[in-house]
């Protein structure tokens, strides 16, 4: 991968990267409390020089979210209330159902050199590192370079899978195989992927340990690391406080 900006290495990568398997499964509501509540931490309050948090996380029971900006009355159907537990996530994008993917969690400090690319140059570096994930475990897989490179399926349609948009990961076919939404704060960066079967049931493991490798890059530190017990009581507050209150899931 090529330099994107003089003061970002793509080779290099992000250097020392804290990476946390989240044991167990947990409810919609905590995945999303626990993400902003990482991003919160980059402040630097708990380090002088916060570290990138790499987390890969499961769902306790059938989930569906949907993006910040989405109106819940065009996104949601009756059917969903009947089958699913439904979130509003705190990034934007389309209506994800995490039946069908696996997810993970990039956070970094506003200080990162990765931080200061645009919001379309670092989405594009991520996504170009899941490419190379996948490819190691099998995949074949692309990065889209326009949002015209393979027609939209589903124009229209409010589900994040069913139309690439600009720097998605595809496949050859033009499917969508990973995404990913957004959101950049005083803190730093929220970066919340998702990526649906592409060998990933099979290769789980091999994936993930090889996203965060690529991540990290040739000269980085991988930490095995975990939350904080503190940083996990927040959390459970922030999930009763905002993320299960149906005021949020109907916010727009």
């Not at 140059?121 to 949002?147: F, M, P």
């Not at 060998?199 to 490798?213: C, M, P, T, Y």
Request: glycine share 8%; hydrophobic share 35%.
């Amino acid at each position: 991968m090529e330099n994107e900006d003089e003061h970002f290495t793509t080779d290099s990568g992000l250097g020392p990267l804290r990476v946390w398997h989240d044991a167990g499964a947990r409810s919609a509501a905590m995945n999303m409390a626990i993400d902003e509540v990482l991003v919160q931490q980059m402040n630097g309050s708990e380090s002088s020089e916060p570290k990138p948090i790499l987390r890969y996380y499961d769902w306790a029971r059938p989930s569906v979210s949907i993006g910040y900006f989405q109106r819940w009355q065009e996104t949601v159907t009756q059917a969903d209330l009947e089958e699913v537990d439904l979130m509003r996530r705190w990034t934007g994008g389309g209506r994800v159902d995490h039946r069908e993917d696996h997810t993970y969690t990039l956070v970094l400090p506003r200080e990162h050199p990765l931080f200061l690319l645009s919001p379309a140059e670092n989405y594009k570096w991520i996504h170009r590192c899941v490419v190379r994930a996948l490819e190691q475990i099998g995949a074949t897989a692309t990065v889209t370079d326009s949002a015209n490179s393979f027609s939209p399926r589903g124009e229209g349609s409010p589900n994040c899978f069913d139309c690439p948009v600009q720097f998605d990961v595809v496949n050859d076919e033009g499917g969508k195989l990973a995404g990913a939404a957004q959101r950049r704060t005083r803190w730093g960066l929220l970066h919340q992927g998702s990526v649906v079967e592409a060998g990933l049931a099979e290769h789980r493991q091999d994936w993930e340990k090889s996203l965060a490798e690529i991540l990290s890059g040739n000269s980085g530190e991988l930490m095995t690391w975990q939350a904080p017990a503190t940083w996990l009581e927040r959390a459970e507050q922030l999930a009763e406080e905002k993320y299960a209150r149906q005021t949020w899931l109907e916010k727009f």
